[in-house]
């Protein structure tokens, strides 16, 4: 109390200052004889002081004048606006908020203690009054005028008189004592033209009282909490709502509050700890039903009983939506897809048209989608071609050998597994025509080479990973008698829906079966839309460091 004395010479003109605001906030005791409740004189709370972390104490604006002395227990009071139901004149009232206890008294200010209550149980202006010794709830001095206790509107009306009986019987009364007093009229009263109002006034009285017993509550206890907000999730799909928890205190359970957007009340699941710290629960399947929302929060029960926020609270919940499934985006290629290929490579540019061939293919693809057999594709092609050894074709020994071939080919797609990884055999049947064999003039290290017209065989063997009209990887070979034999590589690329692209590295010997070259292609293609596709390539062919040439072609697809 000692350095409470040395502070009251700094606080005569904050006494005097609200002595006046009492006087002026509470009616002069003349007027006490029309209260429904008289009593001491009322201070207000001056200042809130915090000693420690969860200790309080207030400064009030009464002492040992006042009569009080160190112990003693003061009731606390928030000042409310009541308005009168059928009148509607506006009434200030008083509703207890709790209790403290003196310790510390001087002439005119004392300071009481509320122990560990939370620091926003108590504001700056609250009323206080000495209590009663035995009370049986806190009854201030609550001072109305007579003007606003007459209601000359009901004396004519006994439903109205009813209702205004019942209203001065709550005036100044806790909380407890209002809802009691109007439940009872009702419960008396069921079909009065007055419910609305009263309900009204109940349902303001459940929020204070919630409020108050929030207030009253010790300082929740400190959670961390950590969450993914879910923002959407696919009709008929199961949602799971986690958090992890780090706590002060024991928790006795964790609950997920839910319901669909626009229907009330919330359901709630108790969530399942997982491992420590970590809470789970699925919410029922019927709230993904359909299109729409979910919104939910979640919230914590201490051991003692207290509910702690974790995520949001019922009148700010997180909002899920709830959007139908993505329509499958249609296959690109179609089920049917029809194409025709151009492609020519000169492999020795020094001397052109000396080592090169060119040939045109058109084929017919149509997915099966019959588990193993994925797809099939049949088609033709003519391939032309002049060439022979590096080395008479770069000494200019003679004329080149020619080769014309008419054929057609027939390949299954094999899914291994899964039609992303296929195995793709090829049959090749064609007809050699009558000008194969050397040039007119040709020497005889062509002579050799020479052929009557005859049927041509060949089977080709690839190993494709990915989708055909995604990105994928192929691997294989072709064996072709008269022509030669290739092996390739080739990455296709599908990083842009409109502009695929491909790079292959093949060896061959075309185009008759002699030495054998590398070449290096790239591909571009275009799809302006879904069922056409235009591509080009260009490449560069080498069978030696002197003997290099490049090559090119375009192609045209139809998908439906």
Same mark, same amino acid.
């Given at each position: 109390m000692a350095r409470k004395r040395g502070k009251e010479g700094l606080w005569s003109l904050v006494v005097v200052l609200s002595s006046a605001l009492a006087f002026w906030a509470v009616p002069a005791r003349g007027q006490e004889a029309t209260s429904p409740a008289a009593g001491p004189r009322k201070g207000v709370v001056l200042r809130i002081e915090?000693?420690?972390?969860?200790?309080?104490?207030?400064?009030?604006?009464?002492?040992?004048?006042?009569?009080?002395?160190?112990?003693?227990?003061?009731?606390?009071?928030?000042?409310?606006?009541?308005?009168?139901?059928?009148?509607?004149?506006?009434?200030?009232?008083?509703?207890?908020?709790?209790?403290?206890?003196?310790s510390s008294v001087g002439e005119r200010m004392s300071t009481v203690s509320v122990g560990t209550a939370r620091p926003d149980r108590f504001k700056v202006g609250d009323v206080v009054a000495a209590a009663s010794k035995a009370p049986a709830e806190p009854q201030p001095a609550c001072e109305i005028s007579e003007q606003a206790l007459v209601c000359p509107e009901c004396k004519e009306d006994p439903e109205a008189q009813a209702l205004h009986e019942a209203w001065l019987d709550t005036v100044g009364r806790s909380v407890v004592a209002r809802q009691a007093t109007w439940g009872a009229f009702l419960a008396l009263n069921p079909e009065t033209r007055f419910k609305t109002q009263v309900e009204a006034e109940l349902k303001w009285l459940d929020d204070t009282d919630a409020s108050l017993r929030r207030r009253s509550e010790?300082?929740?206890?400190k959670v961390s909490v950590r969450h993914d907000a879910l923002t959407s999730v696919v009709e008929g799909a199961r949602v799971r709502v986690a958090v992890t928890l780090e706590s002060t205190v024991s928790l006795r359970r964790v609950r997920v509050f839910f319901r669909r957007l626009g229907d009330a009340p919330f359901d709630s699941l108790v969530m399942n700890e997982a491992s420590t710290g970590y809470y789970q629960a699925d919410l029922p399947q019927e709230m993904t039903g359909a299109k729409g929302a979910i919104e939910y929060f979640v919230e914590a029960e201490t051991a003692s009983g207290q509910r702690v926020t974790l995520i949001r609270d019922a009148g700010t919940p997180l909002s899920v939506a709830v959007e139908p499934p993505a329509a499958d985006e249609p296959d690109r290629a179609g089920r049917c897809r029809v194409s025709t290929q151009a492609e020519w490579a000169d492999f020795y540019l020094t001397d052109p048209g000396r080592d090169h061939f060119w040939r045109i293919e058109g084929d017919l693809r149509y997915t099966l989608d019959l588990g193993f057999l994925d797809s099939f594709r049949m088609g033709f092609g003519v391939f032309q071609g002049e060439g022979g050894p590096a080395e008479f074709i770069e000494k200019k020994q003679g004329d080149p050998a020619r080769l014309v071939v008419n054929y057609v080919y *027939?390949?299954?797609? !094999?899914? %291994?597994?899964?039609? &992303?990884?296929?195995?793709?055999?090829? $049959?090749?049947? @064609?007809?050699?025509?009558?000008?194969?064999?050397?040039?007119?003039?040709?020497?005889?290290?062509?002579?050799?080479?020479?052929?009557?017209?005859?049927?041509? *065989?060949?089977?080709? !063997?690839? %190993?494709?990973?990915? &989708?055909?009209?995604?990105?994928?990887? $192929?691997?294989? @070979?072709?064996?072709?008698?008269?022509?030669?034999?290739?092996?390739?590589?080739?990455?296709?690329?599908?990083?842009l829906d409109m502009f695929p692209m491909g790079v292959s590295a093949v060896a061959t010997s075309f185009p008759v079966g002699d030495d054998y070259a590398a070449r290096l292609i790239y591909e571009l293609g275009w799809r302006p839309s879904d069922w056409l596709e235009v591509s080009g390539q260009f490449g560069v062919n080498m069978r030696n460091i002197r003997h290099i040439g490049i090559g090119g072609g375009f192609g045209l697809a139809v998908l439906w």
């Open positions: 915090q000693l420690s972390a969860t200790d309080y104490e207030l400064l009030v604006d009464m002492g040992k004048k006042d009569g009080l002395g160190n112990g003693d227990r003061v009731n606390v009071f928030s000042r409310v606006t009541l308005v009168h139901p059928v009148t509607r004149k506006k009434v200030e009232d008083l509703l207890p908020v709790g209790e403290a206890t003196v010790p300082p929740a206890p *027939f390949e299954t797609a !094999l899914a %291994l597994g899964t039609d &992303r990884v296929t195995l793709n055999p090829r $049959l090749v049947v @064609g007809d050699i025509g009558d000008n194969w064999g050397a040039g007119e003039g040709e020497p005889d290290p062509l002579e050799k080479m020479s052929r009557d017209s005859g049927d041509m *065989f060949g089977a080709h !063997l690839y %190993l494709r990973i990915g &989708r055909e009209d995604e990105t994928n990887l $192929l691997l294989g @070979g072709s064996l072709t008698s008269e022509m030669g034999n290739e092996a390739i590589i080739k990455m296709n690329l599908a990083l």
